[in-house]
Each structure stands twice: as C-alpha cells, then as structure tokens.
Nanobody, 114 residues
Framework: QVQLVESGGGLVQPGGSLRLSCAAS????????MSWYRQAPGRERELVAR???????VYADSLKGRFTISRDNSKSTVYLQMNSLKPEDTAVYYC????????WGKGTLVTVSS
C-alpha cells in the first residue's frame, strides 16, 4: 500500500522559510520520481517541483531560486525547502508519485501572512 505523508506546513511571515517533508512507503522509493504540487484557494493544482530517482530536478519557472526539492533515499523522504515566502505561496502542498497509478498525499497547508 503506497502511502505519502506530508508534514512541515504552518503559518509563516512573508520572507520566511519552511521545509516540507514527505515520508513515502509501499514502493521502491529510490526508483521513482517524486513531485510536490500545490493548490491555492480557487485555483487549479500546479506542479511546484519534481526530482528523479537519480536526483535531477525540475521547477516551476516562477519558483526557481526560492524553492529547492531534495530527497533522502535512505529515509524514503522527499523535501521541499521554501525560502523568501510570499503571500501568493499560500496553498495546500501535496506530495505525488506515479508508480502504476497516481498517488497523492493528503497535503499540508502553508499560510504566508503577517
């Protein structure tokens, strides 16, 4: 049974930082690309970043330089370091993997507000 469990969300002031974690289980983690998506209120879910099993990364153009995705295959965990946060980064952040089908975590809420 594939499980993705996000953590690390919360309330942060503009300009602050957060690190999200996604603990994965139920599949050969090191083999698969892992992704972070986000969905802001009233908007569609969008890709934030993706990391391959070998560590190659892809980012949404608008987030390059502020967000960093990484993974620890020994812990079956993928991370999203978010710096210089802006109010428009407020969203539910989801962990995602495609193995033989789509799997999503339940999400973690990030609120950027003063």
């Amino acid at each position: 049974q594939v499980q993705l469990v996000e953590s690390g969300g919360g309330l942060v002031q503009p300009g602050g930082s957060l690190r999200l974690s996604c603990a994965a289980s139920g599949f050969a983690f090191r083999t698969y690309a892992m992704s972070w998506y986000r969905q802001a209120p009233g908007r569609e879910r969008e890709l934030v970043a993706r990391i391959s099993g070998g560590g190659s990364t892809v980012y949404a153009d608008s987030l390059k330089g502020r967000f960093t995705i990484s993974r620890d295959n020994s812990k079956s965990t993928v991370y999203l370091q978010m710096n210089s946060l802006k109010p428009e980064d407020t969203a539910v952040y989801y962990c995602y993997v495609f193995t033989w089908t789509n799997y999503w975590g339940k999400g973690t809420l990030v609120t950027v507000s003063s």
